[in-house]
C-alpha cells in the first residue's frame, strides 16, 4: 500500500471518532484529520473547514486580532501551507499510525486491561470517579459553587 492510502484510512479512522466534550482552543480530531490530509495529499473534508472557520470566528472575538492577517503583515504577502514534513512520513510509520487509532477507537487496551471495582470505587473516596466523569459530560462548563467547594475543601468528601 501507498502512503496516500494509509493516509486515507487513517482520515476515514479519525472521522469516527467522537467530538471532544470539553471545547478547547484546538480539536484533536479535526487537527489530525488536516494533518493527515496535508500528509497523503487528500482534500480535507467539508466539516473540518467549517470547524476552523467557526474556531478562527470565536479566537477572534476573544482576542480581537487576527493572527493570519498579523503574520503576513509582518513576514511576507504569500500564504503558505503548513510544512509537516512529509518525508519524515513513510509507509511504515503511516501504517504503525493507523494501527495505533484503529486501537484507540476500538478501545482494544480497555478491554484488556480491565479495572476492578476496588480500585473505581476507593473506600476513602467513593464518589471521586463518578464526580470526575461527570465534571467532564458537563464539559467544564458547570462551576461549582464557592460554598460547596468550601465544603469540600474542608471534609475532604465530594
Request: include cysteine; proline fraction near 4%.
Amino acid at each position: 500500500m501507498s502512503t496516500n492510502s494509509y493516509a486515507k484510512k487513517i482520515v476515514s479512522v479519525l472521522q469516527q471518532f467522537p467530538a471532544d466534550t470539553v471545547k478547547h482552543y484546538a480539536s484533536f480530531k479535526y487537527t489530525q484529520i488536516e494533518r493527515f490530509c496535508n500528509i497523503g495529499g487528500i482534500q480535507v473534508p467539508k466539516e473540518v473547514k467549517d470547524e476552523k472557520a467557526i474556531q478562527d470566528k470565536k479566537q477572534q472575538v476573544i482576542i480581537k486580532l487576527d493572527p493570519a492577517k498579523l503574520k503576513r503583515m509582518i513576514f511576507s504577502e504569500t500564504d503558505e501551507k503548513p510544512n509537516y514534513q512529509n518525508n519524515l512520513f513513510n509507509e511504515d510509520i503511516l501504517k504503525q499510525q493507523y494501527k495505533s487509532l484503529k486501537n484507540i477507537h476500538d478501545n482494544k487496551w480497555s478491554k484488556y486491561y480491565t479495572i476492578s471495582n476496588k480500585l473505581i470505587e476507593p473506600k476513602g473516596n467513593p464518589n471521586y470517579y463518578n464526580r470526575l466523569l461527570g465534571d467532564v459530560t458537563k464539559g467544564g462548563q458547570k462551576k461549582e459553587g464557592i460554598f460547596t467547594a468550601f465544603k469540600t475543601i474542608i471534609t475532604g468528601r465530594y
